[in-house]
């Protein structure tokens, strides 16, 4: 089968779109990469967007128009991918849709119950593609007590999980997240989590100090030093300090978070450079701190998503853990870049075979159960 898996993470970098032939169901599931790019986001819509993330600027008129915005958007993707690939969009056998995440929740607050909430309305991405739309994959989860995060660790069984050694999957996209894989004949749970924030503060700082969207291979974080008070208070959040499963997002390490931050440590005169430096320590020591009781000695670390590309970052983390025992997915022979949207198709083909695609024991969730929901063009 040919499948498209579509990605929006909280980096809000565009649209990535993953074309794969995939075949099989369960742990039998093979899984061949095409193609992948990313379709970036206009700057208006990624304003708008930003906008919609923060309660004090959003409103439910911008998000209903999102949702049908952002949609012709996905489809766009899918478009292209397929036309770079000399192949109609009526051939791929499903689009496996994330959606943007708006708004996530675990846990009840006050009067609010645990939710969460994707936009990019799979009925707009159907009649566009004029094929089946797979999508709204958290929902489920979050219905038999699950935090519907992380999502992807079905997809790391499949494609990862090796015959002899623990292998601890770090993503480092807008948030970090963990899956930690046993050997395959272990009898070890498979957990995963969010560590904490990925590149969301040194994206944030970087567009504060530099307008720019992101530090490129780690440069500011190179040119700076390490603030160890303020490393100190990052590292006093209450998420970081929480055992897993658990599960965050912009809401705990979004722009918010980042002013507050400048607020009150602005009669120090950081740099700026010092500043990005210091959140990139902190992604780094949150994701310490997450594996430490994981770490055992034939374990080894695979990072994927951008943060993989910040050399800065690595680097601190091999300092830490061991040059040879930190690895990308690029030294395995995947992509960082692709992981996620690739992951969405694995989930897809799951939901379409009417198989479970969420892993309990990472997410908290009472059972496995099938995920998503199935636009069909007809």
Request: hydrophobic letters at 40%.
């Amino acid at each position: 089968m040919y499948a498209v898996g579509l990605m929006s993470g909280t980096s809000l970098d565009g649209v990535d779109a993953a074309l794969v032939e995939i075949e099989g169901v369960d742990k039998q599931t093979q899984v061949k990469l095409l193609d992948f790019m990313t379709l970036p986001f206009e700057p208006d819509v990624k304003e708008r967007i930003s906008q919609a993330l923060v309660p004090q600027t959003s409103d439910v008129q911008l998000i209903c128009s999102l949702n049908f915005e952002l949609a012709e958007v996905f489809a766009d993707a899918v478009l292209a991918i397929c036309r770079k690939n000399g192949l109609a969009s009526q051939q791929l056998d499903f689009v496996a849709s994330h959606g943007q995440t708006i708004y996530h929740q675990p846990h009840p607050s006050g009067a609010n119950v645990s939710s969460t909430l994707q936009i990019g309305e799979a009925a707009i991405i159907a009649e566009r593609t004029q094929t089946t739309i797979i999508s709204d994959f958290r929902y489920r989860d979050m219905a038999v007590g699950g935090q519907g995060a992380p999502i992807v660790p079905f997809s790391e069984i499949v494609l990862y999980q090796h015959d002899t050694k623990t292998r601890l999957l770090q993503n480092i996209g807008g948030i970090g997240n963990v899956t930690v894989l046993p050997p395959k004949e272990s009898k070890k749970p498979i957990f995963a989590f969010d560590t904490g924030p990925g590149n969301m503060v040194i994206d944030e700082l970087c567009r504060h100090f530099y307008e720019k969207e992101y530090d490129d291979k780690g440069q500011y974080a190179a040119r700076g030093k390490v603030i160890p008070d303020i490393l100190e208070k990052m590292m006093s959040h209450s998420f970081i300090q929480k055992m897993p499963p658990k599960s965050t997002g912009r809401e705990d390490f979004g722009v918010e978070y980042v002013e507050k931050l400048l607020t009150e440590f602005t009669s120090m005169g950081i740099s700026p450079n010092d500043w990005i430096a210091t959140a990139t320590a902190f992604t780094v020591n949150s994701i310490l701190r997450g594996i430490r009781s994981y770490w055992t000695e034939d374990a080894e670390l695979i990072l994927g998503g951008g943060g993989s590309y910040n050399g800065t970052l690595v680097k601190m983390l091999r300092n830490s853990l061991g040059k040879e025992r930190v690895l990308t997915q690029e030294d395995l022979g995947f992509s960082s870049e692709a992981k996620e949207a690739i992951a969405m198709a694995v989930l897809g083909n799951q939901t379409l075979q009417r198989r479970p695609g969420n892993v309990p024991s990472a997410t908290g969730a009472s059972k496995a159960v099938i995920l998503g929901k199935i636009t069909y063009y007809e």
